[in-house]
């Protein structure tokens, strides 16, 4: 049985900010409006957040599956890179999804993404 992979992309990265008002569209609201059409029909879940506490390591987006390793990964190039960067995120959120564990091996990750990665944090173990 296949978990369906969620991935959480932050909306308020890469924010410009004018007298403590967000000004404009963010360069995650734009990662996550091209992951939306990328995303679609491959089982991936794609959620916005308003803030993956990242903020020194904007864009941040991080994915995660029920009994699943989780990633979290930030210094995304959502402006200048912006098509490599959906393009790598939708690779490793396949990967992640297709694993059974959800664990990427470092040379398995796109290239991109392998000195992206924030953390890994291990699968909850069901408490019986």
């Known amino acids: 049985m296949t978990v369906n992979s969620t991935l959480f992309v932050c909306t308020t990265c890469g924010s410009t900010w004018e007298d403590g008002k967000r000004i404009g569209t963010s360069a995650g609201e734009f990662l996550f409006q091209d992951l939306q059409s990328a995303l679609a029909n491959t ?56 694993k059974s564990d959800g664990f990427v091996p470092y040379g398995e990750r796109p290239e991109l993404l392998k000195n992206r990665i924030l953390g890994r944090i291990p699968p909850l173990v069901p408490v019986n």
């Open 43 to 98: 089982g991936v879940t794609l959620q916005s957040v308003k803030c993956l506490s990242a903020c020194l390591n904007a864009c941040a987006v991080a994915i995660t599956a029920p009994g699943k390793f989780s990633y979290i990964l930030g210094q995304l190039p959502a402006q200048d890179q912006r098509v490599a960067t959906v393009q790598a995120l939708v690779q490793l959120a396949q990967s992640h999804l297709e």
